[in-house]
């Protein structure tokens, strides 16, 4: 408790607040509120020797308490000098305050500018609070930085509470929202400070501030700062560089740019959290708020974090949803938030006008720009799955704004929280929450909308193009990420395209670009997806006869993956006929290659090899393309393993291992590994199959190409059995069962290949029973594909990295210390007194001296000093 608590809770119980009430409205036990109302005066953390209170302080102190009765007493002591008993001192404010009373300003100068009491539960944000927490004790300014709705304000007022007790000289909460002049801001914050009696002619309101606050220790809150963002700035540096110890915590969508701020950036809440935290936690406090005994269930738990994914995880969002609960069903609210954002308007009437409805935090945001930058707002918003900087100069640059405007315009967005940057590797990327887009789209007029989409299916292609280029090469996994990144803007453009079919450009552009590449389905596109739109495209009216044919293959080679042996060989048949058709030789090879694929996951070896030979002599006389000369041994191998030619099949494969990895590239080397695991557990050599599988599986993680994930999973799970590893290959194998589903038939429906799954299935089940293989082979089957890499690799087996300041933690925690108690100990260790690990750790200085006393005791040590002498090196 410090000073400004202890006034407040005499205060409240004078004014006839229960200790119940008091202490539930104040956050503290009623012990704590009894002790309060048991002193005569305010505790405080500055505590100096006993002695006694002389007389000739108290015309001061009387004189200080009448110019500003919410003075404390930590500030007077330091005014009047006083270097004896804290407690004497305190007394004597005690008794000029109670001569003082009848005056009845203690009140409202106490009142001015305490934080405010939010009227619901705070839920989740821990993680974040202890962040906070940690950065306020290195810097003195943080601004909490995030888009309107995402719970800048509430996660102060919570950390203000939380963090209260590591100030003496108090918390205070000031609110810009209002204020749109930015001469007005150090007016606002004396008023907040209660600080008119202290104004005069000759002062201005921000030398008064800094007066005021030059020695304390306190933390200001500046709440909702965006709007005045240049006029926020320079209060906050003047304030940090005229005083010592004052803390300041900013929220705004904007970052203040100066050099001593710390940018906290606020994401919004999970929407899938195994801690049973986040948005989910949030949505089921705010609806059982609404509807009286809400629960979440195994029934509703789908729906709500369907609800909160469809809302970003946005709490405003999330809080506003919930009030239609009154009149809808979770099922209904969720399709009522698809035409969001106009569905979300109805909100608590006390929440300030810019958070009375979705639209209307989002719109507070959009006032704030630039013509330029509403205008580049609304055409980023063609990106669904957002965008590089080269990506927005490319589709959004016009007239109006120019290209060579648009990095500047895209950086003041991303300080004013509209776009949020995101780094990949060594990659940085863009996006903005769906709603914040959803808004920006609405502000584009139809004409700029089909040009826009216009641009980004020209993008596309020419990035699967760029792709197909460079499959067969060193720059392959890089263009896969590219991919990868740009899923949802890939089928926005070809969904776009496809719902235009009189638009012939758009068309061709689309066909193109899903006939470049027969192995988009590796690139994170699912092989389900990769048919659908190929047979889409199929559907579209003037597609010319040999990118019918190209479609026709690209399918036929999915089909035959999938098992779906009769859809292929009708493809076949049609492309063979265009082929002949209009000549084109390129045409016949690849569909003599794919019918060779077909035939062999079909039983028949002898017309597999004939197709397969004749495709490679085609291949050599037309000069094909490297990948497809790569993909056509890959499954040359497979068709030789198949025909118990293991030598042939292994020097096969070891041809194509060696020459992808002296060129660099990645996707058919992984094949090649899996051939060449293949080889060896037929050969019997069980270890080295288990290997190949694993190092093809590193190699598949760069890629999205759930196909070969799986089979090589399969092939580890055969290995593992054979090896002796049950309960692992159980796993494994129910897993590569899964996965199979998602993709088509299991093993592409070769006999041959679901042999060899039986076989490891029955060795498992063998040695482990039926109970305990069922119970395993469920796990694996629940696995995501993440899962099951996770499970191979042991990801959540590893050692973790130890921060620093916990590096030395080992004997401190034999003794049996908590992680707080190790923490103030190193930097015991490291010199610092208590008040400073106080400032240090954002503690109250007196908590500081309970972990000093726990851990010493704990350590059967007498002095602070003898830390030193034991700590570990």
Not at 58 to 80: C, K, Y
Not at 397 to 415: Q, R
Not at 507 to 529: D, K, P, Q
Not at 735 to 761: H, T
């Amino acid at each position: 408790m410090n000073a400004d608590e202890w006034s407040e809770i005499r205060r409240c119980h004078e004014a006839g607040e229960s200790i119940k009430g008091i202490a539930a409205r104040m956050r503290m036990s009623r012990n704590t509120v009894r002790r309060a109302l048991a002193l005569n005066a305010a505790p405080d953390d500055h505590r100096s020797r006993v002695g006694k209170c002389a007389d000739t302080v108290d015309a001061q102190v009387r004189e200080l308490l009448i110019q500003d009765q919410g003075i404390t007493i930590a500030e007077i002591g330091r005014r009047v000098h006083w270097s004896r008993s804290r407690t004497a001192l305190a007394r004597k404010v005690s008794e000029v305050r109670a001569e003082l009373a009848h005056s009845n300003t203690t009140s409202s100068r106490i009142a001015a500018g305490v934080l405010p009491t939010p009227a619901t539960k705070f839920v989740g944000r821990r993680t974040e609070l202890r962040e906070l927490r940690r950065l306020l004790g290195d810097n003195r300014l943080v601004s909490i930085i995030g888009p309107g709705g995402a719970g800048k304000t509430r996660l102060s007022i919570e950390a203000a509470h939380e963090f209260r007790r590591a100030f003496p000289d108090g918390v205070r909460f000031i609110e810009f929202a209002a204020v749109r002049t930015a001469s007005l801001l150090a007016q606002v914050a004396c008023d907040a400070l209660a600080l008119e009696n202290r104004e005069a002619h000759n002062r201005s309101p921000e030398q008064v501030l800094t007066e005021y606050l030059r020695d304390r220790r306190m933390l200001l809150i500046l709440d909702n700062c965006e709007h005045v963002i240049d006029g926020a700035a320079a209060l906050a540096d003047r304030l940090l560089s005229a005083t010592s110890t004052l803390r300041i915590l900013t929220t705004t969508r904007e970052h203040l740019a100066i050099p001593s701020e710390y940018a906290f950036h606020l994401p919004p809440l999970p929407t899938h959290d195994e801690n049973g935290s986040g948005a989910v936690e949030l949505f089921t406090a705010r609806a059982a708020a609404v509807l009286s005994g809400f629960e979440l269930t195994d029934r509703n738990v789908d729906a709500v974090e369907r609800i909160c994914e469809q809302l970003d995880g946005l709490p405003l969002a999330i809080e506003l949803a919930c009030a239609r609960l009154t009149v809808l069903s979770l099922d209904d609210l969720s399709d009522l938030i698809v035409h969001r954002p106009a569905a979300l308007t109805a909100s608590a009437r006390t929440g300030p006008p810019r958070h009375r409805s979705l639209p209307s935090a989002i719109g507070w945001s959009y006032d704030l720009c630039s013509p330029t930058e509403r205008a580049l707002w609304a055409r980023l918003s063609i990106f669904p799955a957002g965008f590089t900087l080269s990506m927005a100069e490319k589709v959004c640059a016009d007239i109006y704004p120019a290209k060579d405007t648009i990095m500047d315009t895209l950086a003041a967005l991303v300080t004013k929280s509209v776009v949020v940057r995101e780094k990949y590797e060594e990659h940085v990327r863009f996006r903005m929450l769906e709603s914040i887009r959803e808004y920006g789209h609405n502000h584009l007029s139809p004409s700029e909308r089909g040009q826009l989409h216009t641009r980004l299916l020209a993008w596309c292609g020419e990035t699967i193009a760029a792709t197909a280029r460079h499959w067969h090469g060193p720059d392959q996994i890089r263009h896969v990420d590219i991919i990868k990144h740009n899923r949802g803007n890939i089928r926005a453009a070809f969904g776009a395209a496809m719902s235009a079919p009189d638009d012939r450009c758009a068309v061709r552009t689309c066909v193109e670009a899903l006939t470049s590449s027969m192995f988009l389905w590796a690139c994170g596109i699912s092989v389900r997806e990769h048919r659908m739109w190929l047979t889409r495209a199929l559907a579209l009216p003037d597609i010319d006869a040999s990118a019918r044919g190209r479609v026709l293959l690209v399918l036929a080679l999915v089909q035959t993956l999938q098992g779906d042996r009769e859809s292929a060989e009708y493809s076949l048949y049609r492309a063979r006929g265009i082929a002949e058709e209009i000549g084109a030789t390129d045409l016949a090879a690849t569909a003599t290659h794919i019918g060779g694929l077909r035939d062999m996951f079909a039983g028949d070896l002898v017309a597999a090899r004939a197709s397969m030979t004749d495709a490679e002599r085609r291949y050599d006389e037309h000069r094909a393309p490297a990948d497809l000369v790569a993909m056509l041994r890959i499954h040359q191998g497979m068709l030789l393993s198949a025909a118990d030619e293991i030598d042939s099949a292994g020097a096969l494969f070891e041809q194509v291992y060696v020459e992808t990895a002296a060129l660099g590239e990645r996707w058919f080397h992984s094949y090649a590994a899996y051939g060449l695991g293949l080889t060896a557990l037929l050969r019997g050599d069980h270890t080295r199959a288990r290997d190949l599988a694993i190092h093809g599986l590193r190699i598949q993680q760069s890629f999205g190409d759930v196909l070969g994930t799986t089979l090589m999973t399969d092939l580890l799970g055969w290995a593992s059995a054979e090896l002796g590893a049950d309960g692992r290959a159980a796993v494994m194998l129910g897993a590569a069962s899964s996965m199979w589903d998602s993709i088509g038939q299991q093993l592409y429906g070769s006999k041959r290949w679901i042999a060899l799954r039986a076989k490891a299935v029955d060795t498992t089940r063998h040695r482990v029973g039926d109970a305990a293989f069922q119970k395993y082979w469920d796990e694996g089957r629940s696995m995501s594909t993440s899962d099951i890499l996770d499970f191979i690799f042991d990801r959540h087996g590893e050692t973790a990295v130890v921060p620093t300041a916990m590096a030395s933690a080992g004997p401190y925690h034999r003794a049996g210390l908590t992680a707080r108690e190790r923490e103030v100990a190193d930097y015991v260790v490291a010199g610092m007194t208590n008040r400073q690990i106080a400032e240090r750790l954002v503690l109250s200085t007196r908590t500081v001296e309970g972990h000093v006393e726990h851990l010493l005791r704990k350590l059967g040590l007498q002095r602070r000093g003898e830390l030193a002498t034991t700590a570990p090196r």
